[in-house]
Structures are given as C-alpha cells and as structure tokens.
C-alpha cells in the first residue's frame, strides 16, 4: 500500500530473488508518483495499479503480506487492511517510531495505528525497535 516511486516494491522484488510462486501488488494513489515508478523495468510478477487501496481493496482478494505504507490502509481503513489478510498472514507497518514527527496528526495517527496492532485480539503482534519503527502482525487463525 504506497507504491510511491517503488523503492519499496523494488525491495520486496529483490527479496523474492527471482521466485516466480508469488506475486507482488503494488497500488498508488497519485498518478504522477506512480509513474515514476512504473517507468522502471519490473519483472512479470509485479502489478503496479493507480488508485485508492481502500476503494479497490475488497475486490483484489486476500494477501500473505501486506506492507502498508501509506496513510490509506493504515491511518485510515487499517480495520479494513487486517480483513484482507489470509490466516497466518503478516502485516508490516513502517514509520511507526520516528526519529522526527511530520506534525502532531502524524504523531497521534501513528499512535492510534499502534496501539490498534498491539491490541486486537486476531493479531499476534509484534514492535521493532528497527530503523523508522516496524510493526509486524500475524493474523490468528479462526
């Protein structure tokens, strides 16, 4: 979630060295970031897609890994992205810990966001003292 100009799916791309069982969606809302993105050469099993994730989340089915990196699916929608994970998936939520905070929304969203993911009962979840902050959840069965 936040493709921006695809630094982060080129990470995840590189970290898939070259699988071909599993495929990387990515979605941007600006058109004009994503196409900075997509003018880079991305291997088949990587879709870039413009829109807003939380207005084409429900039609794009249930994921393994979700990496939200963006206000859309985590400041807002987040109750949303946790639904579109499978049993035993993982959720990845950057910037969770900020050396500088942009402003005081962005503090208290991300406050929010965290203690959301430390909380819910259908995560088991675990925080990162790592770079910007990482919040990793797995989604229990049942």
């Known amino acids: ?19 071909t069982d599993a495929a990387i969606l990515s979605v941007e809302v600006n058109p004009e970031v994503a196409a900075i993105a997509r003018a880079s050469s991305w291997p088949p099993t990587v879709t870039l897609l413009v829109g807003d994730v939380l207005e084409l989340l429900e039609g794009l089915g249930r994921f393994e890994l979700i990496f939200a990196d963006a206000q859309g699916g985590k400041w807002i929608g987040l109750d949303r992205t946790i639904a579109a994970l499978r049993p035993g998936g993982l959720l990845v939520v950057d910037d969770m810990r900020p050396v500088v905070w942009i402003d005081q929304e962005h503090q208290q969203q991300t406050a929010k966001v965290r203690q959301t993911l430390l909380a819910h009962p259908g995560l088991t979840t675990v925080e990162l003292q790592w770079a910007s902050g990482v919040i990793i959840a797995a989604k229990r069965h049942g």
């Open 1 to 19: 979630m936040g493709t921006g100009v695809g630094v982060g799916t080129a990470w995840l791309t590189e970290g898939l060295a070259g699988r």
